[in-house]
């Protein structure tokens, strides 16, 4: 490659897809181009999506996918409709002439674009029509339908850096599988289910090559990384942009591995259902790979194993806030041998660079074992149902377990949480998976015991490294559940000393949550940030409130109760007092928090006349 292999370190940045729907102009107009500033620039991206996901480039496939097995001219009618969308949605408009010579290229750049979208919307229609003639799809060629939408988002965003005076090349990866092990396809799984995921690093040397040959282009890559044994969508499942994103970083021996999505990165909580949530500045690869098992979307498990050998970290970053610092995930075990693992300094949003693990103490996680005195997050899953057995026949645990299972494994049913006795097991699984295969496998159960079925529940899961090691958090979290008056229907804590996770009913969820995050995170609600003072006769006194910006004192008299909090940018007083009727009144102060004012402010009840008090800053 040219100079620029060897003056630079590799970035590569995966985007999701309804990012490059809303926010296409934003990443290359501003993320990438302030990247390549320090920086070479890898981009990978998913398929894009619409307003909802069940309206994005991927949901219109697989409905394609669904009216090739359905015959008839109302199939092959919406399968048309359909590739219209999809190719109409990705077809940029082109500007009226110019004589400009730099806005002419830009236009035959995106010209030239639009050509291929359409050719290759009209293969995927050739190809769809002949599908629907022998009424069959294979789950490999599910796959290249699939690809069509990486395919086309790629070529969008290569178009849109090109009109921004970014050269870039669109590198595709239906054959990556096959190059990496040019053999048949029964060879492939076998080698597969041999080698298990370095079969993934023989993949990500391959990808490493394909960048390098792009020169001084930046690569920008499909999400979809071949045919993979059995299928890449059944065998790695939708999200393995992820893992694509992965072995790119690991191919080409990357600084650091950035997810961008819509949010500013891994909080300790949901906010929409904890509003105190906080953003979190870092978490381990364990800690991540729970949250997103119970029900926090963070990466694809598999995407931390492909980078953990060679110690790349891995960041998450908000579209919407690039100059955000995120939050960053730091492989837990050692580096590898691997001739791309190299030590690593964070950063701190400042840029200056912050010794590992100084950085690490200063976020909670103690010694080389990363050890937290207090849980990381909580998480919620939902739509769960709990089945509970009992055997009924005089047989060992080890006969009646099989049994279950046995039928678990026909049904392919997946277990989230499990706790057994001799005689005895309860299950918690989702009911988001296949509702008639729930039933039938719970007939079939009824046969070896008593069962009873309770819906609507749901899954908590309290997250942290070393949880094991926190003495009395287990009791702490069911003692602080028994006050909230939170029943608990399974307990369950993993081997993996990472969580402990138990059922409540749905309607308790939030509550639990909130709970949790309040007494055993020891993340104070909103509510607890009011300060109430003890009633009585007016006496003059001082509150020193401790923000960002600086102390603000606040010289009042006769307060009943203030709250202060920061919101888009600015400080908000929120004041009740007493009026010489002892009577209530409600006063309110917004004041910016990057400029504050240095002399004292009035803050006016407008429902009283002449009502108002000062605010001294200092």
């Not at 993934?200 to 045919?227: N, S, Y």
């Amino acid at each position: 490659m040219s100079s620029k292999e060897q003056d630079s370190s590799w970035v590569v940045q995966k985007y999701g897809g309804t990012s490059l729907g809303k926010l296409l102009g934003t990443i290359t107009g501003t993320i990438v181009p302030n990247t390549l500033k320090n920086d070479n620039v890898v981009i990978v991206c998913s398929a894009r999506s619409g307003t909802s996901k069940s309206k994005g480039t991927t949901s219109l496939l697989l409905e394609a996918i669904s009216h090739v097995v359905t015959p008839g001219a109302a199939s092959k009618e919406r399968l048309d409709c359909i590739i219209d969308i999809i190719r109409d949605e990705h077809l940029v408009p082109v500007e009226p002439v110019s004589h400009d010579s730099n806005e002419e290229a830009r236009d035959d750049s995106v010209r030239d674009s639009n050509r291929q979208i359409s050719e290759d919307c009209e293969q995927l229609r050739t190809f769809l029509h002949a599908a629907q003639t022998v009424g069959e799809l294979s789950p490999r060629s599910q796959d290249r339908v699939l690809a069509v939408g990486e395919k086309l988002a790629c070529r969008n965003v290569a178009s849109s850096l090109e009109s921004k005076g970014i050269v870039a090349e669109v590198v595709l990866l239906d054959d990556i599988v096959e190059q990496a092990f040019p053999m048949p396809a029964h060879e492939q799984k076998e080698t597969y289910d041999q080698i298990g995921s370095r079969f993934f690093d023989a993949i990500a040397q391959e990808i490493g090559k394909r960048i390098l040959q792009c020169g001084d282009k930046v690569p920008v890559i499909t999400g979809f990384f071949g045919m993979m044994p059995e299928s890449l969508l059944h065998g790695v499942g939708r999200g393995y942009s992820d893992v694509c994103a992965a072995m790119c970083a690991v191919g080409i021996g990357a600084r650091e591995l950035q997810i961008w999505k819509e949010v500013d990165g891994i909080f300790t909580a949901d906010p929409s259902k904890v509003p105190s949530a906080r953003l979190l500045a870092t978490v381990t690869s364990e800690e991540a790979a729970e949250l997103t098992y119970y029900g926090s979307e963070v990466i694809h498990p598999l995407t931390m194993e492909q980078i953990r050998n060679v110690h790349v970290p891995l960041r998450l970053k908000n579209v919407n806030n690039p100059t955000g610092a995120g939050t960053i995930i730091y492989p837990s075990t050692t580096p590898s041998s691997s001739p791309y693992s190299i030590p690593r300094t964070p950063k701190s949003h400042s840029g200056t660079s912050t010794p590992l693990s100084t950085f690490m103490t200063a976020n909670g996680y103690h010694g080389d074992t990363q050890h937290r005195r207090t849980p990381t997050a909580v998480t919620v899953k939902d739509s769960i149902i709990v089945i509970n057995v009992l055997s009924h026949r005089n047989i060992k645990s080890y006969g009646f377990l099989a049994q279950i299972f046995e039928r678990l494994d026909h049904h392919k049913i997946v277990v989230d949480l499990i706790t057994t006795s001799e005689k005895s097991i309860s299950l918690a699984v989702s009911s988001a998976d296949d509702t008639l295969a729930i039933k039938r496998v719970t007939a079939e159960i009824e046969k070896l015991g008593t069962v009873s079925v309770t819906e609507n529940m749901s899954i908590i899961s309290v997250v942290g490294h070393k949880m094991r090691n926190m003495v009395g958090i287990a009791g702490e979290i069911f003692s602080t559940l028994a006050t909230a008056k939170v029943n608990i229907y399974l307990i369950s804590q993993g081997a993996n000393e990472i969580n402990i996770s138990f059922v409540v009913r749905n309607r308790d969820a939030i509550h639990a949550m909130n709970v949790v995050h309040t007494q055993v995170l020891r993340i104070p609600a909103h509510a607890e940030k009011e300060n109430n003072f003890i009633k009585g006769a007016a006496l003059p006194f001082l509150v020193i409130c401790s923000v960002r910006i600086s102390p603000i004192c606040l010289a009042l008299g006769s307060i009943n109760s203030f709250l202060v909090f920061i919101k888009a940018g600015n400080v908000f007083f929120d004041i009740v007092t007493h009026n010489t009727s002892r009577q209530k009144e409600h006063y309110r102060l917004t004041i910016p928090a990057k400029n504050p004012p240095t002399t004292a402010t009035k803050i006016h009840n407008p429902r009283f006349k002449n009502k108002n008090f000062r605010v001294f800053f200092t």
